[in-house]
Antibody
Framework: QVQLVESGGGVVQPGGSLRLSCAASGFTFSSYGMHWVRQAPGKGLEWVAFIQYDGSNKYYADSVKGRFTISRDNSKNTLYLQMNSLRAEDTAVYYC??????????WGQGTLVTVSS | EIVLTQSPGTLSLSPGERATLSCRASQSVSSSYLAWYQQKPGQAPRLLIYGASSRATGIPDRFSGSGSGTDFTLTISRLEPEDFAVYYCQQYGRTPYTFGQGTKLEIK
C-alpha cells in the first residue's frame, strides 16, 4: 500500500533553513507528480508546492516563492522541500501528498516545523 | 488565484440528520476539478470526493458531491458519529491549488 513518511521538521530560528523529506513506498514514485501542503496550528490547509514526475516543472504558492525549493530523487523514492529564510508564519505541519490524477489521494502523517526565536 | 469560500463556518447537527456544506469559487473551476476532504483532529486529510461528484474508493455512499462552475455542495445524507470533523473543498484545475477555509461539522 502507498506510504508517505515525512521527516526533518523541528524548531528553527527566524531567517533559518530546514530541509524536509518525504520517503515514498508502495507505488512507482517516478511516475507521479508530488505536492507539499501545510497547515498552521488551528488553521486550514494551504498548498505549498508541486513537482512533476520527472522534476521538469515546479510550481509554488506565492507565499513561499523564492524561499522554498521542491525537489525529488527518483532513485531514492524521496521528495524534498528546502525551506530558506523561514518566518514565523511558516510554522505549520507540512504534509507530502500524492495525487490520484489531480486530487490528493494519499497523504503522509505530517512533520511539524516551528519557526521561533 | 481561485478563492474558495465555504459556508457555513460551523454546522451543528445531530446524528441521523442531513448535512449540506457549500463551496463557492471566485472563478469557474475548470472541468469540475473540485475535491472534498475530511479531516479529524491530529490526522491528515482524507479524500472523499473528486471531480465534484465522484466518491473516492471506500467512501460510504451517504457522502455525495454536486455542482459545477462556481457552486459546489457536499451532502451527507444521514450523519454518523464518525462524520463529525472539518471538511475542506479544493480546486485542482489551476495553480495555485487552493483550499477553502473549512467547515466544522459539530455534534449538536
Amino acid at each position: 500500500q502507498v506510504q508517505l513518511v515525512e521527516s526533518g521538521g523541528g524548531v528553527v530560528q527566524p531567517g533559518g533553513s530546514l530541509r524536509l523529506s518525504c520517503a515514498a513506498s508502495g507505488f512507482t514514485f517516478s511516475s507521479y507528480g508530488m505536492h507539499w501542503v501545510r497547515q498552521a496550528p488551528g488553521k486550514g490547509l494551504e498548498w505549498v508546492a508541486f513537482i512533476q514526475y520527472d522534476g521538469s516543472n515546479k510550481y509554488y504558492a506565492d507565499s513561499v516563492k523564492g524561499r522554498f525549493t521542491i525537489s525529488r530523487d527518483n532513485s531514492k523514492n524521496t521528495l524534498y522541500l528546502q525551506m530558506n529564510s523561514l518566518r514565523a508564519e511558516d510554522t505549520a505541519v507540512y504534509y507530502c501528498a500524492k495525487p490520484r490524477f489531480g486530487e490528493f489521494l494519499h497523504w503522509g502523517q505530517g512533520t511539524l516545523v516551528t519557526v521561533s526565536s | 488565484e481561485i478563492v474558495l469560500t465555504q459556508s457555513p463556518g460551523t454546522l451543528s447537527l445531530s446524528p441521523g440528520e442531513r448535512a449540506t456544506l457549500s463551496c463557492r469559487a471566485s472563478q469557474s473551476v475548470s472541468s469540475s476539478y473540485l475535491a472534498w476532504y475530511q479531516q479529524k483532529p491530529g490526522q491528515a486529510p482524507r479524500l472523499l470526493i473528486y471531480g465534484a461528484s465522484s466518491r473516492a474508493t471506500g467512501i460510504p455512499d451517504r457522502f455525495s458531491g454536486s455542482g459545477s462552475g462556481t457552486d459546489f455542495t457536499l451532502t451527507i445524507s444521514r450523519l454518523e458519529p464518525e462524520d463529525f470533523a472539518v471538511y475542506y473543498c479544493q480546486q485542482y484545475g489551476r495553480t495555485p491549488y487552493t483550499f477553502g477555509q473549512g467547515t466544522k461539522l459539530e455534534i449538536k
